[in-house]
């Protein structure tokens, strides 16, 4: 057109076309996966933590957009720490108009000693002089313990002649229904000594 508004399109013979692109990138994300964690208490049982958490940078791209073809897990009987490791690898983004940058977090199962009290005390025992050796190598357990599981202690003293004496726990370990040592699983052990006595035999003397 003319500078009055007139077309004058057939005043020019060499008009040529060249096309654009019109282009439209993927729009970055980042999703980042979170391991669940859990603690527990030690009881013998075996223990799990499962799944993860999400959380996406922007909010039009959904959990349904990608996909986690790998394990989310961790398991464990004895006290320690077990990590749940996600699989960066397993993951795959479903949406081609997204740039996706994925990081993962692991989470972590947590199981705890028994902190309760367990008393193993010696047992205490008296006697009348005899001329023998007075020894108990007994005890009793106070406090809880899993179902199964048992206190195995050394009980160690003796006294022959009047007096007293300790009854001392010389050695001792917790076993489970198998009878696989699990001291360690325990952080709050006391022992009790007991006492060993031996009183005056009574004896009557009569001078005539």
Known sequence: ????????????????????????????????LT?????FVYDGEEKTVTGYTTEISEP?????NFTYSGTAEAK????GKYDLVLDQSALTNNNPNYEVTFVVNPGQLEIT????????????????YNGEVLSDDGYKVEGRLPEGYEVVAGVEGSQTDVG???????????????GNEVTDQFTNVKTVDGTLTVTPKPVTVTLT
């Open 60 to 64: 039009d791209y959904t959990a349904d």
């Open 35 to 39: 391991g669940n964690s859990g603690e």
């Open 76 to 79: 464990g009987t004895e006290v």
């Open 164 to 178: 007293s004496t300790e009854n001392k726990v010389t050695s001792y370990k917790i076993v489970d229904a198998d």
């Open 1 to 32: 057109v003319d500078a009055d508004g007139n077309e004058v399109t057939d005043q020019f013979t060499n008009v040529k076309t060249v096309n654009g692109t019109l282009t439209v990138t993927p729009r970055p994300v980042t999703v980042t």
């Open 113 to 128: 000693p028994i902190t309760d009290e367990i008393k193993i005390i010696a047992n205490s025992k008296e006697q009348v």
